[in-house]
């Protein structure tokens, strides 16, 4: 009986870890696809209508999380996010296995809008110094 209880325990924190974990993928792959490509296209607005539009997208996509705010931050050579979050897991000796002091709820996305390596590779290639021939 004992063990039937530790290993219902168990399996309940691993299901909750594999669902963190998915929602943390997701979470960094989003951001960074939609400041990927409206960067490219030159088209990256930082307004509130495309955070809440970002914040929704999360929520329909993530298992546990629950999206409060998302701010987009740009500046000249990158464009910063942070995402604010909960987690509805009502036992705090779980969500704490998921938060630590420094982080909290909120996750950081970083993406540098200059990149000088490939923008000299271009400029080889353009000029015909590539090794591509």
Not at 16 to 37: P, V
Not at 64 to 82: E, G
Not at 90 to 119: C, D, H, W, Y
Request: contains cysteine; aromatic residues 10%.
């Amino acid at each position: 009986m004992f063990v039937g209880c530790i290993t219902i325990w168990v399996i309940l924190a691993l299901l909750y870890s594999s669902f963190y974990i998915h929602d943390r993928m997701i979470l960094g792959s989003e951001i960074g696809n939609r400041i990927e490509c409206g960067s490219e296209r030159g088209e990256l607005s930082v307004s509130e209508k495309e955070e809440n539009n970002l914040c929704r997208l999360l929520n329909e996509k993530l298992f546990i999380m629950k999206i409060n705010q998302v701010s987009l931050t740009k500046k000249i050579a990158s464009v910063r996010a942070d995402v604010r979050y909960s987690l509805p897991i009502s036992l705090s000796e779980i969500k704490a296995l998921f938060m630590t002091k420094e982080t909290g709820q909120n996750f950081v996305f970083t993406k540098e809008l200059i990149r000088p390596m490939e923008m000299k590779w271009d400029y080889d290639l353009l000029k015909g110094k590539g090794g591509g021939k």
